[in-house]
């Protein structure tokens, strides 16, 4: 959606304040990211887009991330869009080694072109955990201590080692040390130039509410259970709703 | 145990007032009029049948308000009060039955509903706002009428088979009993394996049969069919555990009598087996409408409750999906908890009569 241009709330600067935002989830260029979905999936079909070949079988619609890794790992696939860690598992030597590509996500719509700010062009989903301190604790130094330690440069470092999981200092990417770090180290540029252009979820006390809102009319749509622009309107009505809760 | 001819013996002694000092008892030796030194027993002697059948029916109901009323009624006061996202405080405010409205209109901040309809004025005057299979209350009764149906007819036939004399008997009996054995979880796994395309065959020897859409585990009314054949794969043998009991305790000299007076096969069975059958049957069907109104695990591991939302599947969304809707999670809880209370009393009123009885 993102590299469509599209957004589920405007510009970026909307994703994290509920209540007074406009929702975009019916825009055209989320459609169009729909049809080219379909498009993969269906081949030339009804909201489909032209010019997009089916690459991919129509069984994605019931698969989650990991069962998506396996047909890739299996060497039944040519290309699958996963996490960093999917690096990690199949690009060492007993798997596809040096064998194995990496690429940014290709996109339709550059930032230039797009309508909303810091929408566009290459984009990843920005995965991982958010820590805070809860402003009810009576024990807030020692809360502070452990977010200070998970910011240290160490800490950091042994996290990317042996989880494979992006530093949140892209800096350290290239301050590791490869045969620590394993496979992810041969395509740093390219994890360095996926973070750079990740793109958060619109994570506020309403996002699992609406999220499961969204995966479901989305997939309806992927689905041809319902029209791409019917699929989005409802959607479109339903967040319109759950933002009102606590606008 | 207390008789009636007990009560004149026991209107000497002084129950009341001895009843007060439980660890006491020896303290009334003194009166000089208890046969057993204890002011407890005598006093449960004395009882009627019908009030010690109570007063050992006590701690079982103390349990039972405790750990079943107790909760039931602090989800009903929590289902009327508002939404809290935000804040401090988990609950909002008092709003009456608004949760319940929005529950049954369709409007609640669920991503699945529990019943979507709206009237319409022309012929079958009702619509549904979402289909059918993507509604919590209409796939759970529809599981459970279907599945418990055609589980006691095939259990009723497992059975059947399994009362005949014949050799190898024990070995069939548990191949048939075998499925009852397999966690939910394992169950679930297979029948997922089964239509995963790419794994097993039951996608693609369905679809082309023209029964399933390529991706049935993503689609509301296949995945409903799936785990309605996967339930009753493993159901009806519980369904011939229960029902072939009943068919073992059937005086086999009935029949002898039956053949003597010319009864066919069919009428030994309608006049014999059926009516001896019946409560062992009964029982069995309450348990299963039971569970299948409670279904949960088997569609979480199967299809996942977006695709199959049945009214367990909701709350358990609504409760832990992360955002923050208590009151709604509340008032479907509650609402879960009358529609099956609802269809146990239907059992219960209509089995009423039946020999035997339900209760």
């Known amino acids: 959606m993102t590299s469509w241009g599209g957004a589920y709330y405007g510009g970026a600067n909307n994703l994290f304040t509920a209540g007074e935002r406009p929702i975009t989830v019916d825009d055209q260029r989320v459609i169009d990211a729909i049809r080219m979905m379909r498009s993969f999936i269906e081949g030339e079909e009804a909201n489909t887009l032209d010019g997009y070949p089916q690459i991919c079988p129509s069984a994605v619609v019931q698969w989650t991330e990991q069962q998506s890794l396996n047909p890739f790992a299996g060497g039944e696939a040519v290309s699958n869009r996963n996490w960093s860690y999917a690096i990690a598992e199949t690009g060492t030597e007993d798997a596809f080694g040096e064998n194995l590509g990496v690429m940014t996500r290709p996109y339709a719509v550059s930032q230039q072109e797009a309508q909303y700010s810091d929408i566009g062009g290459t984009a990843a989903a920005l995965g991982g955990w958010n820590l805070a301190v809860s402003p009810f604790s009576n024990r807030e130094e020692e809360s502070l201590q452990v977010l200070e330690a998970f910011a240290n440069r160490e800490v950091m470092l042994t996290v990317f080692r042996l989880g494979g999981f992006l530093p949140p200092n892209l800096e350290l990417v290239g301050d590791a040390d490869p045969s620590e770090v394993g496979p992810v180290a041969r395509y740093a540029d390219v994890v360095t130039s996926a973070s750079e252009n990740a793109i958060p979820r619109p994570a506020t006390d309403l996002w699992p509410e609406q999220s499961a809102l969204i995966y479901q009319a989305v997939n309806a749509a992927y689905r041809g259970a319902q029209a791409p622009e019917a699929a989005m309107n409802d959607l479109a009505n339903e967040l319109e709703q759950s933002e009102v809760e606590v606008s | ?359």
């Open chain 2, 1 to 359: 145990m207390a008789t009636d001819a007990d009560d004149g013996t026991g209107t000497d002694t002084e129950p009341v007032t001895d009843g007060g000092t439980l660890t006491g008892g020896e303290t009334g030796t003194s009166h000089g009029h208890e046969r057993t030194g204890n002011a407890v027993v005598n006093w449960m002697e004395n009882l009627s049948e019908a009030a010690y059948a109570y007063l050992l029916l006590l701690p079982a109901f103390a349990l039972l308000t405790l750990i079943a009323f107790y909760p039931m009624i602090r989800t009903f006061v929590m289902s009327l009060r508002a939404n809290q996202t935000r804040g401090l405080d988990p609950l909002g405010g008092f709003v009456g039955l608004e949760n319940y409205i929005d529950i049954l209109t369709g409007n609640a901040r669920l991503a699945r509903q529990f019943l979507d309809v709206g009237l319409t004025s022309s012929f079958p005057f009702i619509e549904l706002g979402t289909p059918f299979f993507q509604q919590a209350l209409f796939v759970t009764l529809a599981f459970a009428v279907i599945s418990v149906v055609v589980e006691t007819v095939i259990g009723f036939g497992q059975a059947y088979v399994l009362d005949q004399e014949f050799t190898g008997r024990r070995w069939v009996r548990v191949a048939i009993i075998l499925p009852w054995a397999v966690p939910i979880v394992i169950q679930g796994m297979i029948f997922f394996l089964l239509f995963q395309p790419t794994v097993g065959f039951g996608s693609d020897l369905m679809q082309s049969l023209g029964i399933f859409s390529g991706t049935p585990l993503a689609n509301s009314q296949d995945a409903f069919i799936i785990i309605l054949v996967a339930d009753i794969w493993k159901s009806s043998a519980f369904m011939a555990l229960l029902i072939l009991a009943g068919l073992q305790s059937v005086d086999r000299s009935l029949y002898d009598v039956a053949r003597v007076a010319g009864a066919s096969p069919w009428q030994r069975f309608k006049l014999i087996t059926l009516p001896l059958v019946m409560p062992a049957l009964l029982v069995a069907m309450l348990f299963r409408t039971m569970d299948a109104m409670r279904v949960y695990g088997l569609i979480e591991s199967t299809a996942g409750c977006t695709t199959v939302p049945s009214l367990s599947c909701l709350v358990v969304e609504a409760m832990f999906g992360g955002t923050r809707i208590y009151a709604t999670a509340a008032a479907v809880a509650f609402a879960t908890a009358l529609v099956i209370g609802l269809i146990i009393g239907v059992y219960v009123l209509l089995f009423r009569d039946t020999d035997g009885g339900m209760y």
